[in-house]
């Protein structure tokens, strides 16, 4: 549950908009007018602020501007009926998280919240290293290995400098919770920490999404739209997966580091910005540089600071403090008696590869435990949560059913040959795993979105676009 201020002078709006946010699980406080919505945030700071630009007395940029003041971590959302007006641009600049123009989408609206909120939560939330499993917050970086307490050691060095940060490891190893470390130790701590992951934004988007763009600058493009970059003015990026970026936005990164310039799409004036780098990948930028896929100059401009992570099979000696952390919160998260781990289940954590990491590990014990019947997990059930061979008759059956799979595969792709095959197997796929999610959760909406990784709205959306029912609890 998120704490949520609305600001607006429109009550109507204001009530209508709190209701629909209460229901979502969010703690709603409303302001009627800026001046009184900045004294709330000094009496008690939210997790996000939603504010309107038109009131009576003092507007909403007057009272994002005292607001930034007073905490520039807190993600403001900006309302405007007047959304090609230049107020709406200046909210943005001035580092709101986005604006949305009245009347608006609700499924949009929400999804974008929920974007807010998480951006809010990496920024404020402490990332602890080495702490212990009973006491450690939730995203703490575990583990008192050599190999980590090197790894801590290069934080404490880098964080209070201005380098970039090149962060390398497998997938699942924590980049991302070593690149809020590092910029929770860094004088920028107090401004914007944005993380835009180079590989979920399609290609075509990603500059415009990094840069921005003016007015006209391609069909479309009806306002001037201001890029996370320049968002983040003062504070800290973290561009994920950057060994996956486009080699035409690389240019301008690397323009971004020698420079401190960017240039919005369609342009023609750069801007100076001051903003601090930390990337992330877990390919082999050597052979990209290699293969033409990556420039060269940029991957030596990124190697000021690099951080290893290692992968999870090369320190076995935190697998079991990693495992006792991530019950005891997955147990408090799912509101589940946590059983512990029994000492078979224990060898089996020790002696798995663990190709997916550290995330693998997290996503077996959440299974784990939603199946466990109150006994301590054993060497069994965890085989079964990661889908390891525990006998030679699994291990046909798993043949099997991967065999039975395939034939469902091209018998559809047979009938249904150039009538979009692909789209219709997807949303079959779609079907079932969010139905098996729901009925894994007794159609608890919340938990399933929880469990399928998801935000609330998306899993609902996707429920309707499927035609699922949900017969029981839906909150």
């Known amino acids: ?83 090609t007006t230049e107020t709406a641009i200046k909210a943005t600049k001035m580092g709101a998280f986005d604006y949305i123009l009245k009347p608006f989408d609700i499924p949009e609206v929400l999804d974008l919240i929920e974007q807010a909120l998480e951006a809010g939560r990496l920024a404020r939330e402490h990332v602890e290293m080495g702490g212990a499993p009973n006491d450690a917050p939730a995203g703490a970086l575990i583990g008192n290995s050599r190999a980590m307490n090197e790894i801590y050691k290069a934080i ?5 400098t201005d380098a970039l940060v090149l962060i390398r490891g497998e997938s ?64 800290t990026v973290m561009l994920d997966e950057i060994g996956d970026m486009p080699l035409g936005v690389q240019a301008k990164i690397l323009r971004l580091l020698q420079e401190k310039k960017i240039e919005r799409l369609g342009g023609r004036s750069p801007m100076d910005v001051d ?52 019950l005891n919160r997955l147990s ?44 301590a997990i054993s060497h069994e059930e965890l085989a079964q949560a990661v889908g390891a061979d525990t006998g030679r008759e699994q291990e046909e059956d798993v043949l099997d059913d991967e065999d039975r799979f395939r034939r469902t595969i091209r018998k559809a792709l047979a009938e249904n040959a150039g009538k979009n095959a692909f789209e219709m197997l997807m949303n079959r796929a779609g079907r079932m795993i969010i139905g098996e999610a729901l009925e894994i959760t007794d159609g608890n ?19 309707e676009k499927y035609g699922l029912k949900t017969s029981t609890k839906v909150e």
Not at 287 to 301: I, M, Q, S, T
């Open 445 to 463: 909406r919340t938990r399933a979105a929880k469990l399928l990784g998801l935000t609330r709205p998306t899993l609902i959306a996707r429920i």
């Open 172 to 235: 699942g190893t924590g980049k991302e919770l070593v690149a809020r470390a590092v910029y929770q130790h860094s004088e920028r701590s107090g401004k914007p920490f944005l993380v835009i992951n180079c590989v979920a934004i399609p290609d075509t988007l990603l500059e415009s999404e990094l840069f921005g763009y003016e007015r006209g600058a391609f069909t479309g493009a009806n306002t001037r739209r201001v890029g996370k970059i320049e968002q983040a003015d003062g504070g």
């Open 1 to 83: 549950m998120a704490s949520i201020l609305i600001v607006d002078d429109d009550s109507q709006l204001r009530n209508s908009f709190g209701k629909l946010l209460g229901q979502e699980g969010h703690d709603i406080r409303m302001a009627s007018s800026g001046e009184s919505g900045v004294q709330m945030v000094r009496e008690a700071l939210p997790d996000l602020i939603i504010m309107d630009v038109r009131m009576p007395g003092m507007d909403g940029l007057e009272a994002f501007n005292l607001i930034r003041e007073y905490d520039q971590r807190v993600p403001v959302i900006i309302m405007t009926a007047f959304g």
């Open 275 to 326: 903003v601090r780098i930390i990337a992330a990948t877990n390919r082999d930028l050597e052979e990209a540089v290699k293969e033409g896929r990556f420039r060269e100059d940029l991957y030596y401009r990124l190697k000021v600071v690099t951080i290893e992570l290692p992968p999870l099979r090369d320190r076995t000696e935190d697998i079991v403090p990693l495992a006792e952390y991530f």
């Open 332 to 375: 408090v998260e799912m509101d589940l008696p946590n059983p512990g781990i029994s000492e078979d289940g224990l060898r089996f954590l020790q002696t798995y590869r663990w190709p997916g990491n550290v995330r693998e590990l997290s996503n077996t014990l959440q299974k784990a435990l939603i199946f466990n019947r109150g006994t």
């Open 156 to 160: 404490g060095r880098s964080a209070p």
